[in-house]
């Protein structure tokens, strides 16, 4: 560690999200700075680094991962480069917040496990909307049985690409509206039903690079917990959560990036007038970040471990043998 109480940060790529929300994140947060940034060319490290006012720039992934100073490195690269960099990092002995999907199917998380693992360090899928305090929230509520007991979810997110060079879709990057946006919309299901699905059937418009632009979904649980989503980079922006019992339901607008804004959980009960529940908004990025950080420097285990990930991961491999077959009902592999 640097400063006592500091984690210094590497950032793999000139990435999007990096430069708009998580690197913002790292230097909101109290312990964290950014020191390094890579690119895989030299030219485009230094302008990034220049206008994010980052220290220093490498014109290379690995030259960062060497860089005996940085702690911890943020993974936002393509999907199907995750789990290479992940555990280079790690071999590296840097700890790796990793964007989502952690990987592109659950035995690559395994192998990221067992890299992490042997390293002694730590690593998390960065899905940042589960450190929103909203999502804790909703889970009170369904525990005080507030809407009877869970019987259905929806989940939805939705958005529109509009150049055609976009990593979603390009299939050798990992592409497609389930990798890239309905691992969400799984991700909550699972979070709020608080167990694994048996068995999912999907639907899948694709692309003639043989990408999922649309698909939509079914989780089935057990006790007959059905959870539906649909992705999509073809239509408007759309994120919803809605959690259905036998005494009422509850819906969460703007589930996955509701901005820093107050937020709100509507509660319905038949024709009655919602109830509306509020919360101060916050920077759902910057408290994941925190999380973090705090785990590398007392040594805590973090919120969302590796099986988390690879359960994840499981329910989407099965989402996608069942959209290829043209929707058939497809098992989940259980976690061995
Ligand atoms: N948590 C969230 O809110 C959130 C939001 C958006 C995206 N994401 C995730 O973050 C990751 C990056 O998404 P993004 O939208 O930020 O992507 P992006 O802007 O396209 O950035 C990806 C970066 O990867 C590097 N790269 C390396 N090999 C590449 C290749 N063959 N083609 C294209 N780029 C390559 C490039 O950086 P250099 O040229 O500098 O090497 C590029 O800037 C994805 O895993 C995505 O799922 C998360």
Same mark, same amino acid.
């Given at each position: ?46 302008? +990034? ?6 220290? *220093? ?16 490195? &943020? ?12 555990? *280079? ?8 917040? =990793? ?23 730590? =690593? ?5 909307? !589960? ?22 979810? &929806?989940?939805? +997110? ?13 299939? $050798? ?10 691992? &969400? =919309?799984?991700?909550? =299901? ?12 999907? &639907?899948?418009?694709?692309?003639? *690079? ?18 539906? +989503? ?5 239509? $408007? ?33 038949? !024709? ?19 999380? +973090? ?44």
């Amino acid at each position: 560690m640097g400063e006592k109480g500091t984690v210094r940060w590497g950032i793999l790529s000139t990435a999007n999200i990096g430069r708009a929300a998580v690197i913002p994140a790292i230097k909101e947060s109290s312990t964290g700075h950014v020191i390094a940034v890579a690119s895989r060319t030299d030219a485009a490290a230094k302008e +990034f680094a220049s206008a994010n006012g980052i220290p *220093r720039s490498y014109g290379s992934y690995q030259q960062l991962l060497e860089d005996e100073q940085i702690d911890a490195v &943020y993974n936002p690269l393509p999907n199907s480069m995750h789990r290479e960099w992940t555990i *280079r990092a790690a071999e590296a002995g840097k700890h790796v917040l =990793c964007e989502k999907p952690l990987a592109l199917n659950a035995a690559e998380c395994d192998e990221m496990a067992a890299a992490a693992a042997a390293a002694g360090i730590i =690593c998390m899928e960065a899905f940042m909307y !589960r450190f929103h305090p909203r999502i804790d929230r909703v889970l009170q509520l369904l525990d005080q049985g507030v809407i009877g007991e869970i019987r259905a979810l &929806y989940s939805a +997110f939705t958005f529109k690409i509009t150049s055609s060079d976009n990593i979603r879709l390009d299939p $050798e990057l990992g592409g497609g509206s389930l990798m890239d946006v309905g691992c &969400y =919309c799984v991700n909550v =299901c699972r979070t709020v039903v608080g167990g694994e699905p048996l068995e999912v059937q999907a &639907y899948a418009q694709w692309t003639d *690079r043989g990408v999922d632009e649309q698909m939509a979904g079914m989780l089935r649980f057990a006790d007959g917990i059905t959870a539906q +989503f649909d992705s999509a980079l073809t239509m $408007e922006r759309r994120e919803c959560l809605h959690v259905a019992g036998t005494e009422g339901h509850l819906e969460v607008p703007r589930v996955f990036i509701p901005g820093t804004e107050d937020v709100t959980i509507e509660e319905f009960h038949g !024709r009655e007038e919602a109830k509306t529940h509020a919360l101060a908004g916050l920077n759902e990025y910057t408290a994941m970040v925190e999380h +973090f950080s705090d785990c590398i420097l007392t040594g805590n285990r973090v919120r969302y471990p590796f099986s988390e990930a690879s359960s994840n991961m499981r329910v989407i491999e099965a989402l996608y043998r069942s959209a290829r077959n043209g929707g058939t009902i497809e098992a989940v592999e259980p976690i061995s």
